[in-house]
């Protein structure tokens, strides 16, 4: 049995909807369709991986106000992991769009596999997080073969 519900899976894979279809306005849609869909995904892309950077915040709320529990990832990186994506990502919004698009891909790649290793302190049931961390794998590919795929286009189909 999948511990996650299906609400909690619906609205991931809801979440993939915008990703796709921007990348496939990218490609498809006429000038200035695409190039508005490209700065729309990029947007996106910069919500999403600002999103998953936050859940570090509020997954360690509850530790607010007690004393240092000693542990380096709870009581300091757990805080500087959760902004370092938001911070990337609003890079990527000021730069060339593709690099841009590129860098959010990469940023969520290296989220998930930090995240992979960390989500430990945030799960009380081992079973919870593998079942999302299969979920999180299967929505980061496609999200991330979106926005490359996207970057590709912009780079190299419509030039």
């Keep these: 049995m999948n511990p996650l519900s299906p609400l909690i899976r619906k609205l991931a894979y809801a979440g993939l909807i ?12 006429p000038t200035p369709v695409n190039y508005l869909s490209a700065e729309s995904l990029a947007g996106y892309g910069a919500i999403i991986t600002s999103f998953m950077g936050a859940i570090h915040w509020g997954a360690n709320l509850h530790t607010l106000g007690k004393p240092l529990s000693g542990d380096r990832w709870v009581d300091r990186n757990a805080w500087i992991w959760g902004v370092i994506p938001a911070l990337v990502s609003w890079v990527a919004l000021h730069i060339y769009i593709p690099v841009g698009l590129l860098i959010l891909a990469a940023t969520l790649v290296i989220q998930r596999n930090i995240d992979q290793n960390t989500y430990s302190y945030y799960f009380e049931s081992d079973e919870a997080r593998q079942a999302f961390m299969a979920m999180r794998k299967h929505l980061t590919t496609v999200a991330v073969t979106c926005l490359i795929w996207a970057a590709i286009v912009i780079l190299f189909i419509q030039a």
């Design 18 to 29: 915008p990703f796709v279809a921007l990348a496939l306005m990218v490609q498809l849609a």
